[in-house]
């Protein structure tokens, strides 16, 4: 009972300080981890064995040809030429970035994405004289649901795929359909309950001239950073066969993991860039984190406690699979929204397996309901999303205050608008197969 | 003041910040032509929305010249252009008022800069802080010549001096950064000190860029001759009281204590303080400068 008692508390504990933000993520998990080993519960041999090496490799490599691009001025110019593009209009503003915060999220990452697009995209709606809120929460939002499509878009979608063995390929085609639907959805939601923001500036001659000096200042101001043309080529050369190799990967053989880390190091010696320099963007913090949560979590389940919580919990509910598949989707899009959805999604894993071995449900469909649950459930709160956090605070740094109930306002309608779109979707899906 | 006054007014500040205001209103002109080609409304509506962004130009805080004195021949010009009744025909017409203006900017600051060569000789060490005609033709024009010189540049905000050191180490122009108050130790080396203005008023004041004043004493109590560049659009019809200067008022805090921190947009500068005036037909004098105004 002691032996399954500490990992439990020690885990509930790091739960805490994690969702509190007690001290750093990173922190929580290893000094969890390191109590672990103290205690004698798991040897440190035991405990490097249970890091999924496969997740930290896709996360290393993504980091490192995310921060090259950055480094060469791509994100910048891509930002500029869509400001360039939207001519001032409001609704192209929310139209042409969303588009491009969905594509950056879900083939690079979203915190990159919204770290680049905020900024840009304050200055260009408080120029025109329109409120930024509303756009900074649709951008937060739509990288959340951009990063839903990719096996490398979300965290919760690279341990999903690392962990149970899921490819690119079947990440793109089970849920991109669904994501581009909730996509449509949620910005036609974002224009119809905000249309005052959103009307057109062509019959104002002030405004469309104010238009022409803010892209002339936006300009300056994003583009004033060294524009490396070769390692932008040669980045852009990188990260399409990075994401062919994910494509391909039935047929090359080569995981996820190893094709980012392998790319992400060929970059770093073609591009001859400073590797000091990018090794400074990946964000470690993150990567222990993970490391440690693996742990933590992989304690639980030799221990047997994930079984209890899947036999007790989730396999009460019966043996229904739509049932099983709405518990899923449902329970990961609300506990997201308030919990990390990264150990959330890493405990959630073998309690999932453990629902499988007892009823098996095909096409991957539990799986895809914990994604899409995960990835859109973090919508809910300024909490619920990394890239929630970052824009949030970006915001702040300009001035444009959003509070925590006014993120939810709109996060929340929209994640349970995101969540029954995907719970038809999937019951459709299963209907089909079954 | 509405929303989209205090907008352009910002806008206004922020380029000028990086760009000379001749530069900046090459860009709002500019900005003009595009925006009546994007501009979707009646003929009747036309008139009034020109009307309007004219009087904002006019009201900017502070008063952005050169674009200032154009608009003011803008609206005497413009009459005529608003009797054929077909919006194209005025559209077109508008445009080509700002495009022979666009034409009249760009070929004051070449005469500008042609009679402002004369006055940079090899050896030269000249001091500059903000971002002007000189810094922006002048100066990268004398390097292209072969003139020897270097440029001393005292420090203002980031942005700014960031951006005269961009354009020096473009033109592989060889310069030194110091603090604007450590001046005083560089005065035996110094030979000269270049300035331009926003503006010069009607009671022959400068409007140039915070700082401005300081140095410009400091040059004249040591001797350091001072050169102004001032284009003849840049004559304003209005006195230093009504350039529209603008105050800050923000609260800042240092250890605990919370007080109100006040500064201007602007710099006012005597121009009595001005040794040389340099116009686009050559150097002038105080009691002749205003005979280049519009009118």
Redesign the interface.
């Known amino acids: 009972m002691d032996s399954i008692l500490i990992p439990v508390i020690v885990f509930l504990l790091v739960y805490v300080a994690i969702t509190f933000e007690l001290v750093n993520k990173a922190v929580a998990t290893f000094s969890g981890v390191a109590i672990l080993v103290m205690l004698h519960v798991v040897s440190e041999h035991q405990a490097i064995e249970l890091i999924d090496f496969e997740t930290i490799m896709l996360l290393f490599g993504m980091m490192v040809i995310v921060s090259i691009l950055k480094h060469s001025g791509l994100f910048s110019i891509v930002s500029v030429k869509i400001a360039e593009l939207t001519?001032g209009s409001p609704v192209k503003i929310l139209v042409l970035f969303s588009v491009v915060t969905a594509l950056m999220s879900a083939f690079l990452d979203n915190v990159t994405t919204v770290l680049i697009i905020i900024p840009i995209i304050i200055e260009l709606t408080?120029?025109?004289?329109l409120d930024p809120k509303k756009y900074v929460l649709s951008q937060a939002i739509i990288s959340n649901i951009g990063g839903t499509a990719t096996l490398i878009g979300d965290p919760p979608n690279v341990i999903i795929g690392s962990k149970v063995g899921l490819t690119f390929n079947q990440f793109i085609l089970n849920l991109g359909p669904i994501v581009i639907i909730i996509f449509c959805v949620s910005l036609f939601f974002i224009w119809i309950t905000n249309r005052d923001q959103f009307t057109s500036i062509?019959?104002?001659?002030?405004?469309?001239?104010?238009?022409?000096?803010?892209l002339?200042?936006i300009r300056?101001e994003f583009l004033?950073i060294e524009i490396n043309r070769r390692i932008m080529i040669k980045g852009l050369v990188f990260l399409v066969i990075t994401i062919l190799l994910f494509v391909t990967q039935t047929i090359t053989g080569l995981s996820p993991g190893v094709v980012a880390l392998s790319m992400g190091v060929f970059l770093l010696l073609v591009s001859r860039v400073d590797i000091e320099h990018v090794l400074e963007e990946i964000e470690w913090s993150t990567l222990m984190f993970f490391a440690g949560l693996f742990i933590l979590v992989g304690v639980l389940e030799e221990k047997g406690v994930i079984e209890w919580i899947a036999h007790h919990i989730f396999l009460n509910v019966g043996d229904n699979p739509y049932v099983a598949v709405l518990l899923i989707l449902w329970t990961a899009g609300i506990m997201s929204g308030f919990l990390d959805n990264i150990p959330f999604t890493i405990t959630m894993i073998p309690i999932v397996q453990i629902m499988l071995e007892n009823n098996p449900i095909p096409n991957n469909l539990l799986w895809w309901a914990l994604a899409l649950g995960a990835c859109l459930g973090g919508n809910i709160t300024i909490i619920g999303a990394s890239a929630n956090i970052v824009s949030v605070g970006i915001s702040k740094k300009y001035g444009v205050n959003i509070s925590f109930i006014e993120f939810m306002k709109t996060g929340m309608i929209i994640s349970f608008i995101s969540l029954t779109l995907a719970s038809l979707y999937l019951m459709g899906y299963l209907w089909i197969v079954l | 003041m509405t929303d989209t006054q205090k907008s352009m007014d910002k806008l206004f500040i922020d380029l000028v910040k990086v760009y000379s205001s001749s530069k900046t209103s090459i860009i709002a002109l500019q900005a003009i032509i595009d925006a009546l080609d994007h501009l979707e409304c009646s003929y009747d509506e036309l008139k009034d929305q020109v009307r309007i962004l004219s009087d904002q130009i006019k009201n900017t805080q502070p008063r952005m010249f050169p674009l200032d004195n154009l608009m003011i021949l803008f609206d005497k010009e413009s009459g005529s252009h608003f009797q054929s009744r077909d919006i194209d025909s005025t559209k077109n017409g508008l445009k080509t008022i700002f495009k022979s203006y666009l034409d009249r900017l760009n070929d004051d600051l070449v005469k500008l800069t042609h009679q402002g060569l004369k006055f940079v000789e090899d050896g030269d060490l000249i001091v500059i802080h903000s971002i002007e005609e000189n810094v922006e033709l002048l100066i990268p024009e004398a390097k292209k010549q072969g003139k020897i010189f270097k440029v001393l540049i005292l420090k203002q905000d980031f942005e700014t001096t960031g951006h005269v050191i961009k354009i020096l180490d473009k033109h592989e122009i060889d310069f030194q950064v110091i603090p604007e108050y450590d001046l005083v130790h560089y005065f035996e080396q110094v030979d000269k000190l270049f300035i331009g203005a926003q503006a010069l008023t009607l009671d022959n004041k400068l409007i140039c860029d915070p700082g401005t004043s300081n140095i410009v004493s400091e040059c004249h109590l040591n001797n350091i001759p001072v050169y102004l560049f001032l284009k003849s659009l840049k004559l304003s019809h209005f006195p230093a009281s009504e350039q529209n200067i603008k105050k800050y008022e923000t609260k800042e805090h240092h250890g605990g204590i919370e007080y109100k921190e006040i500064f201007y947009s602007n710099d006012i500068v005597e121009l009595k303080l001005v040794d040389h005036i340099i116009m686009e037909n050559g150097e002038t004098n105080i009691d002749k400068v205003h005979d280049f105004a519009i009118h």
């Not at chain 1, 062509?202 to 803010?214: D, E, P």
């Open positions: 001519n408080r120029g025109l004289g062509k019959g104002n001659l002030v405004k469309i001239f104010s238009v022409q000096l803010l002339e200042k300056y004033s």
